[in-house]
């Protein structure tokens, strides 16, 4: 007897645990109360330019990922990325590794049809990276570095829009 009011007991204090859990399957995800999705998706529409350069694709692929595209209509986004370097470090020793700071400055441009300039902003990052003397290991960990500085300018970038750009002026229809 003393071993079924025992499970008894557990059944009870695991129904007890189990019940909002189950209640709680149906969220799945959260949305925004008081916004149309339709609407958003519309406002953040775009029409991607074509890439000058790598640290361009880049960028466009990333903002290409968060952003839908858009419709003949749609504004045109543009953006512009150039890399630079520089060393953090000044030392008279004879090690060969030195301390790079690669710094990717971007530039993001939204027009309309007619090329009427609807938004724009300026952002920067950086990556460190270091070299060794090796020509070809030098080259390719400024590239790594570049590349990388250029994801995170794109990320920046992405959240300057959300910030800031209003969206296309839209013509209210006359009724």
Known sequence: MW???????NVLISLGFL???LALVGCTSFAPVYSDVAMAEAKYAFNFAKPVSRLDQIAYQ???LRFPGGTLDSPTLTVSIGASS????RSATVNPVTNYEA???GTVTITDAGGKKLFSATRSASTGYQTNGQVFADTEAFRSASEQAARDVAESLRLAILAGYKGPMLVPALK
């Open 86 to 89: 520089r060393g953090l470090t």
């Open 103 to 105: 710094i990717a400055n």
């Open 19 to 21: 019940t909002p859990a």
């Open 3 to 9: 071993s079924s009011k025992r499970a008894a007991r």
């Open 62 to 64: 990333e903002l290409a």
